[in-house]
Structures are given as C-alpha cells and as structure tokens.
C-alpha cells in the first residue's frame, strides 16, 4: 500500500525553553500525525509579531497585543498561551526605585523588548506614558547593568536571572495585573490560519494539546533536552525546570474560563486607554 503523502505545515515560535518544552513530542516525533508533517521555525517574538502580518505560517506564536491587527487572518487555538497567575514582565534597574514614583519613572528612558509584545502593553497599562527604546529581549538586561539605560523590561528567563546581573526589580507587572484584575497575566498564545478548514484547525489544535500534555507528563525527562534554549540558565536545570514551569501549565493546556476571562479583559483595557483600535472577537479553535 502507497503511503499517503503527508500535508506539510509551518509553526513559528519563540527560542526559548517554555515553547522547546511545550513542542518537544511533536519536534522529535514522539507525538505523530497521519496528516501532517511540521515543520519547526524558531524566531524570537518580536520577529513573530512583525511575520504575523505577512501571513508566513500556519501556525505561529504571538503577543495578545499583536494579535488584534491580524485577528482577520489568525484565529486563536485554545492552547499553548503563555499565562501566568501573579507573575509576568518585569521592570528592572541598578537603582532601588519606588514604583509607586511614576514621576521618576516617566523621566527615565525605558529598554522594552518590543512595541507590540504584551510586556509593552502591560507597562502601557500601568504607566501610561513615558519614554522608550526597542532593544533585542535578550540584550536589556546587560544594557541596564552597563547603565545604557536606566530601566528595562524582561521578558522570558531574564524574569529570573536578573539577580545575578546585580539589578533591582521595580514592579511585577503580572503582580500588578493580579491585583488589578484578579486574573492570571496573558502574554501571548498560539494562533493558526483562518483559511484552513475547520477540521483542519481542529485537528492541528489537538496535535500541539497532546504535545503539551506530552511534556507536562514527562517534565523530568525532557527539561534536559530543552535547556540549551534557555541562555544564560542553560546550566542550572532547577530554574529552568522553574522558568519551564511557569509558563507551561494548565493554562496552556487550555485557557480555560479564567484565561480566557484575562484576554478579554486585557483587550478591554487597551481599548479603553485606546491602545488598541477595536477589540477582537475571541473564537477559539477548541
């Protein structure tokens, strides 16, 4: 019997150890399809939310902040978010500063990782206005130690490696979100193409839920495999094995009522600051 040729299609996510962890099965074939081929391309996410617009994958990560503008052509899955309860981006300086003193802050000139990462978004929330500079994610926290810049805003591993680059951290804005919202910080998830069928969506959808289920289920095994993708923690598998852990866990399993409650909660504060120009019709692929 011939083989049935496979259905090549493209996922697009960020390098670093959460999204290496969470497509780990699919990655090295130990979750299959009968239908579709992937393939992985790793870009980081300020890439991702700028390729969204060009419609190059069919599956791809974004920033919630992004996903507005692309909504039309991007549908959101209803896995492999990036949220987390009372912890998120955070603010960091050499100086201990109060972050009740927004004066002091909006003077100073703030490194961000991206204008349309949610991090960004979050500290819009919280600050409203103030001064800003576009630097590689993985860069602010070496710039802020050699005084480049007085504040930046970590993302990904920095969120716990900061310490060690002797700097102070001045908010949590998952933290404050908590506070403000009693909801879980989202930061960004998955979306794939409206234009493929719908049982087609449904079923990529399941096939990146099982590989997630995958790794949850075999995190002692796998947290090896993917520390390389953590940079600076690389090795020490117990904060990895804790960066991993925050940001893979039930939530991105499936939103669930409370994640998705902070989705649209987040879209409902853009708007009304007027930081996004509509509010997207949230219709999860399930």
């Not at 493929?196 to 590989?211: D, T």
């Amino acid at each position: 019997m011939l083989e049935t040729k496979k259905k090549k299609v493209t996922i697009a996510h960020s390098v670093d150890a959460d999204d290496a962890f969470m497509f780990y099965a699919l990655a090295e074939n130990l979750i299959r399809s009968e239908q579709y081929e992937v393939e992985h391309i790793l870009k980081d996410i300020q890439s991702l939310n700028t390729d969204s617009g060009k419609l190059k994958y069919d599956i791809q990560a974004i920033s919630f902040f992004a996903y507005p503008e692309v909504q039309d052509k991007y549908q959101l899955m209803s896995c492999g978010g990036s949220v987390g309860y009372g912890y998120g981006p955070l603010l960091v300086s050499k100086e201990n500063i109060n972050p009740n003193d927004l004066t002091q802050l909006k003077n100073e000139v703030i490194a961000i990782p991206g204008e349309k990462t949610t991090a960004f978004l979050l500290l819009k929330l919280f600050m409203k206005d103030f001064k800003f500079k576009v630097v590689p994610f993985d860069q602010i926290l070496d710039a802020v130690k050699r005084n480049d810049y007085p504040l930046g805003l970590i993302i990904h591993e920095g969120q716990l490696s900061y310490p060690g680059h002797g700097l102070n951290k001045v908010v949590d804005l998952g933290e404050w979100w908590l506070g403000k919202t009693n909801l879980p910080a989202p930061l960004g998830g998955n979306v794939i193409k409206r234009s493929l069928g719908e049982s087609e969506k449904k079923e990529i959808n399941l096939l990146v839920k099982q590989s997630i289920a995958y790794a949850i289920e075999n995190k002692d095994s796998i947290i090896p495999h993917v520390c390389k993708y953590a940079r600076e923690l690389q090795n020490d598998t117990k904060l990895v094995n804790k960066f991993v852990s925050m940001y893979v866990n039930s939530f991105t399993l499936d939103y669930g009522i409370n994640g998705k409650l902070a989705i649209e909660k987040l879209y409902q504060l853009a708007h009304s600051e007027g930081l996004i120009n509509t509010i997207p019709k949230l219709d999860f692929i399930e």
